[in-house]
C-alpha cells in the first residue's frame, strides 16, 4: 500500500500543511504475502443471505450460512467444521497431488491454546500446499496466486459473490463463487485432475443419519436433510461446477473417525475417485458427509483454462431474536428460490453476465483517481454489506446487527446511532436503505415519537422501555432527507413526513422544551450513555435535523412548519456558536440544575439525607454526572455538520467555527504513536506503536474522572467520519493522513482488510468510508433538483470518480470537460456545478454513450458511443 511509516520516524503531522498535494502511488491494489497473509478472511455472499470467507491462502472458512455469524477460529474438538477445499492431482510419472491453498500462517497452528487438540477444520489442514501464496483485493474479487517448484502449474484462484449497485436481487444470492485458473508453465503438455470437495453443511438436529445427498446431472451434487420444513435447520446446499460432464461424487464413504477424508485423499491422489448419486444417503448412514466434483484436463505449454466453483446454500427459516413463542421469519432469497440447487442452476445459467456486472462495477471503482488510501477503504469496507452483520427479510426489508461475534450478532436491531455513520447502502443500493426509515419510523416509533433505536426481528412493533437515542433520532431526520434527495420519490416522502414530524417534535420536547435550540435535558448517544447539558455533537445533528425538516417542509408546501423548525434551527446555530464554541473547537456544559429531569439532584439530596461519605457520591458532588466530556475536544463532536454537508443540507452554523473544530481534533486528537497512550477501556482497535484518532482529549485539561465510555478509543468509523469533514472543507492532508492512518493498521498481519472492527466484526459504523470518496471528488447528486455538483479537492486533472445514484452508477471525469461514462442505467442533469463555472445543460447520460459537457455556460453537450 505505501502506507507512512508511522512511530517516531514520522514526520510532525502537526505542522503539515494544509495546501500540500496528497500523492498517489502504483501500488494498488494492496498485495498481501508471507506474515501478512493471517488474517485475511473476505465475506463471499449475498446482501443479507450470509456468506463464506476467501482467507488469505485461498481457502474457505467463516461459514456463516444459517442466518447467524459463524467462525473456523472457535475450537471444535474432534468434530469436524464445515469446510470446503479444492485440490490439484497431476498426472505422469511423477505424479503430484497438493491441495490448492498456500501455507498455513503457523499463528494458526495453536492459536494460544484454542487447537491444542490438533488443528482440525475441515479436515484438509494437514494435506500438502502450494510453496508460495499472495492474495490481492480489491473487494468484491479477491484474488489467490499459488505456485510450487513441485507443480508445473500456475494457479489463480477468484473469490466472489456478485455485487452490482442498484441490483439488489442479483447482488444478494446465497452463494459463493470461485474461478480457478490454471496455466501450463512448463514446456511440455500437462496432464491433471482438479477437484473440489464440500461437506455437507446441510446437518440439522437429527445429525448425520437426516443428511441426504443427490446428483444434480452433468454439474454437481445437492445437499438436504429431513428435517422439519418449518424447522430453523431445515435447510439445503450444492456444490456445482461450470465443465463439460465433471465426475461427481455425490456422497463421500461414510465412517467413523476420519475415515471420510481418509477414503477421499486416498482416491483423489492416485487420480481414481470413484463416482456415485448419493442415493444410499436414504438410508441414513452414519458418518460424515460430503460430496466432490472432479474435472479432468490437458493443457499444452502455455495454455491457460479456467474452471469456475458455485457454493450454493438454503436455510429458509430462523427464530433469531424472536418474540416468545417464536416466530420464524424468512431470509428475502426464499422469495426466489425454493433451494440450493435453483440457486445453483440460476448462477450457472447467469454466470458470465453476473461475473462481468461485477467486474464493471469493480473497475468504474478503482478507476477513481483518487489516493490508494481512501480506495483501499472504501472498497474494503463494503465486505460489511455481503457480512453477517446485514439480513434481509422475505419482506424485503433489511434488518441489521451492529457487528458480529464469533457465532453470533453483536448488538441488534439496526442501531440507528451506529448505522447514522455507514453511506454506502443509501447510494449503492438506495432502495434498501429507506426500508430502513421506515423500521425506525414507522415499525420502531410509538404514537409519542419515541423511537426504540432496536428494532424488532421479524417485522413489527418495538418495545419503549428505554431511552430514545438523540443521535440516532435526531440522524433519522437527516437520513430521511438523504434518502429523498437520492430517490426524488415525493410520494415516499409525502408517506413518511408525518412520522418524521412526529419523531422531531418528540426530540424537541424532550431534549429541547424550552425551544432555546441546544439539547439541555439528558440525552442517550452512541457512547451508551447519556449527556447531560447542551454538547456539540448532538446539538449538531439537532441542528441537522431541523434544517433537512425546514427543507422538506417547504417543499411539500407545509410552510407553517417550515418557518417553525428554520427558527429553532437559528437558535440552535446562535447557541453553538455562542455559547459552546471556545474559540478552538465546540465543547459541552455539563448541567444538571435547573433541568426538568430531576433525577441527579435528587440523587444527591438522597446522598446528603444520608450523610454518604463513600468514594462515588463524593465523586458526583464535586464532578456532577458520570460520563460527561464537558471541555474536552470529541472527535464527534460537529457530526450534525459532516451529515448536513454530504447530504446538501443548507444550516446557520458558522463553517469557520466548524472547520477550526476539525483542525483542532487533527491538531489534538491524531496520534502518530499510540505507545504512551492509555486506554483503560478497550485498546485493540490501536495499540503500541499505531496511529489513530482518539474519540476525545482534554487539551484544555480538566478531564473527568470518569468521562464517557470508550473516550480513550480509537473506531475507524469515527476517523472516517471526521477524515471525510475534513477533506469537504479543504482540510485535505490531514484527512488523508487519518485515512491512510486507519488502513495501516489493517495490513493483514494483526487485523483482517476487509473487517473493521469496533463492538464486534464488521462493524457497521466503518462504512463511513464510502464517504470519503464523495468528499474527495466534491460529488453529490439531487435527484429532486436534476443538479450535480463536482469540486474535487484535489488538482488532478483529468479528475475521475465513481458514482452510484438511483437511476444508475457509474464514472464522471472532470479535464477541460466534463464526460460521464454510465456502466448501468442513465442520470439526468439539469444543472452541473463545477469549479470553473454552473452549466444549464438539460442532458441524459446513459449507458453505452459517452455524454460530454462542455464547461461553457448555455453550450450544447456532446453524445457520443
Known amino acids: 500500500m505505501g502506507v507512512r511509516r508511522w512511530g517516531n520516524e514520522v514526520t510532525n503531522n502537526h505542522l503539515m500543511s494544509t495546501e500540500t498535494e496528497p500523492t498517489s502511488t502504483s501500488s494498488w491494489p494492496r498485495t498481501y504475502a508471507g506474515p501478512n497473509l493471517l488474517q485475511i478472511a473476505m465475506p463471499m455472499g449475498g446482501i443479507g443471505a450470509g456468506c463464506i470467507c476467501l482467507n488469505g491462502v485461498g481457502g474457505l472458512q467463516d461459514f456463516s450460512i444459517r442466518n447467524a455469524q459463524s467462525s473456523t477460529a472457535l475450537p471444535e474438538g474432534i468434530v469436524f467444521s464445515d469446510g470446503a477445499f479444492g485440490i490439484l492431482h497431476i498426472r505422469g510419472d511423477q505424479p503430484v497431488t497438493k491441495l490448492l491453498e498456500g501455507p498455513v500462517p503457523p499463528e494458526k497452528i495453536f492459536d494460544q491454546g484454542l487447537q491444542a487438540l490438533g488443528f482440525r477444520k475441515s479436515g484438509a489442514e494437514g494435506l500438502p500446499r502450494f510453496e508460495t501464496c499472495s492474495f490481492t483485493g480489491p473487494f468484491p474479487i479477491g484474488h489467490v496466486s499459488l505456485s510450487d517448484p513441485a507443480v508445473p502449474l500456475k494457479v489463480d484462484i477468484e473469490g466472489w459473490n456478485p455485487f452490482i449497485p442498484l441490483d439488489d436481487v442479483n447482488s444478494g444470492i446465497p452463494c459463493a463463487i470461485l ?56 435447510g439445503s446446499a450444492a456444490l456445482v461446477v461450470k465443465h463439460a460432464n465433471p465426475e461427481v461424487k455425490a456422497m463421500w464413504f461414510r465412517g467413523g473417525w476420519f475415515d471420510s477424508v481418509s477414503a477421499l485423499w486416498r482416491e483423489v491422489s492416485s487420480g481414481s475417485m470413484s463416482e456415485n448419486d448419493g442415493s ?54 426464499t422469495t426466489r428460490w425454493k433451494d440450493a440447487r435453483e440457486v445453483a442452476e440460476y448462477v450457472l445459467d447467469n454466470l458470465d453476465d453476473l461475473y462481468r456486472r461485477t467486474c464493471a462495477f469493480r473497475d468504474a471503482l478503482c478507476a477513481s483517481t483518487v489516493q490508494e488510501c481512501v480506495l483501499d477503504a472504501v472498497t474494503s469496507n463494503l465486505a460489511i454489506l455481503k457480512s453477517p452483520t446485514v439480513l434481509r427479510q422475505s419482506s424485503g426489508n433489511m434488518w441489521a446487527w451492529e457487528g458480529c461475534n464469533p457465532s453470533s450478532g453483536s448488538c441488534p436491531g439496526s442501531c440507528t446511532h451506529v448505522w447514522n455513520y455507514a453511506q454506502a447502502l443509501p447510494h449503492l443500493f438506495p432502495a434498501l436503505e429507506r426500508t430502513f426509515r421506515e423500521q425506525e419510523l414507522v415499525r420502531s416509533m410509538d404514537e409519542r415519537g419515541h423511537i426504540n433505536f432496536r428494532s424488532a426481528l421479524p417485522d413489527g412493533p418495538a418495545t419503549h422501555n428505554y431511552h430514545a437515542a438523540s443521535d440516532g433520532q435526531l440522524g433519522g431526520i437527516l437520513k ?87 427558527d429553532i434551527a437559528e437558535r440552535c446555530a446562535k447557541y453553538l456558536d455562542s455559547e459552546l464554541f471556545n474559540g478552538e473547537y465546540y465543547e459541552q ?127 475507524t468509523g469515527i476517523e472516517y467520519q471526521v477524515a471525510s469533514h475534513m477533506i469537504s472543507l479543504g482540510l485535505v492532508q490531514q484527512g488523508l493522513t487519518i485515512v491512510e492512518a486507519a488502513r495501516s493498521r489493517y495490513e493483514g498481519h494483526v487485523r ?90 438539460d442532458a441524459t447520460a446513459e449507458a453505452g454513450r459517452v455524454l460530454r459537457i462542455p464547461l461553457v455556460p448555455d453550450a450544447p453537450t456532446i453524445t457520443g458511443d
Open 179 to 234: 474461478h480457478y485458473t490454471f496455466k501450463n508453465t512448463s514446456s511440455v503438455p500437462v496432464s491433471f485432475e482438479f477437484s473440489f470437495h464440500f461437506t455437507h453443511p446441510a446437518q440439522g438436529v437429527s445429525g448425520e443419519k437426516a443428511t441426504r445427498n443427490a446428483l444434480i446431472p452433468g454439474k454437481g451434487a445437492f445437499f438436504s436433510n429431513t428435517e422439519a420444513p418449518n424447522d430453523p435447520t431445515f
Open 280 to 333: 444410499l444417503s436414504r438410508q441414513g448412514i452414519e458418518g460424515r458427509n460430503g460430496g466432490s466434483v472432479l474435472v479432468a484436463c490437458k493443457l499444452a505449454p502455455r495454455e491457460t483454462i479456467t474452471i469456475p466453483v458455485v457454493l450454493t446454500w438454503y436455510f429458509p427459516n430462523s427464530s433469531l431474536l424472536s418474540q416468545m413463542p417464536p416466530q420464524v421469519w424468512h431470509p428475502f432469497y
Open 480 to 566: 430521511v432527507f438523504r434518502d429523498w434527495q437520492i430517490s426524488d420519490d415525493r410520494k415516499w416522502l409525502e408517506t413518511i413526513y408525518p412520522y418524521a414530524k412526529r419523531s422531531l417534535d418528540y426530540g424537541i420536547a424532550t431534549w429541547d422544551p424550552e425551544h432555546k435550540g441546544a439539547l439541555f435535558e439528558p440525552h442517550h448517544n452512541t457512547y451508551d450513555i447519556e449527556f447531560w447539558g447542551p454538547d456539540g455533537m448532538c446539538t449538531t445533528i439537532y441542528l441537522g435535523a431541523l434544517s433537512a425538516m425546514a427543507a422538506m417542509a417547504e417543499a411539500l408546501g407545509k410552510r407553517e412548519d417550515s418557518a417553525r423548525y428554520a
Open 589 to 715: 456544559h455539563v448541567q444538571w440544575e435547573g433541568l426538568r429531569d430531576t433525577s441527579f439532584v435528587e440523587m444527591l439530596e438522597g446522598f446528603a439525607k444520608e450523610g454518604a461519605k463513600d468514594e462515588m457520591s463524593t465523586l458526583l458532588r464535586e464532578e456532577g454526572p458520570k460520563y460527561q466530556y464537558g471541555v474536552g475536544c470529541i472527535s464527534d463532536g460537529v457530526i450534525g455538520a459532516w451529515m448536513a454537508e454530504i447530504y446538501g443540507v443548507d444550516t446557520p452554523i458558522s463553517k469557520k467555527n466548524v472547520r477550526d473544530h476539525l483542525q483542532a481534533i487533527f491538531n489534538h486528537n491524531f496520534k502518530t504513536d499510540l505507545f504512551d497512550h492509555a486506554c483503560l477501556q478497550r485498546p485493540g482497535y490501536a495499540l503500541g506503536h499505531e496511529p489513530g484518532l482518539l474519540l476525545c482529549t482534554w487539551p484544555r485539561g480538566k478531564k473527568p474522572t470518569l468521562p464517557f465510555v470508550y473516550s480513550d478509543e480509537v473506531w
Open 752 to 841: 483482517n482488510p476487509y473487517n473493521e472492527y469496533e463492538c464486534g466484526s464488521y462493524y457497521a459504523r466503518a462504512l463511513a468510508s464510502y464517504a470519503l470518496l464523495g468528499s474527495l471528488a466534491g460529488f453529490r447528486y439531487s435527484a429532486v433538483d436534476k443538479a450535480l455538483w463536482l469540486n474535487p479537492k484535489v488538482s488532478t486533472r483529468p479528475f475521475t470518480t465513481f458514482f452510484s445514484t438511483a437511476t444508475g452508477f457509474g464514472t464522471i471525469t472532470l479535464s477541460s470537460d466534463v464526460t460521464i461514462e454510465m456502466v448501468e442505467g442513465k442520470l439526468e442533469i439539469h444543472t452541473l456545478y463545477t469549479p470553473v463555472c454552473s452549466v444549464h445543460c
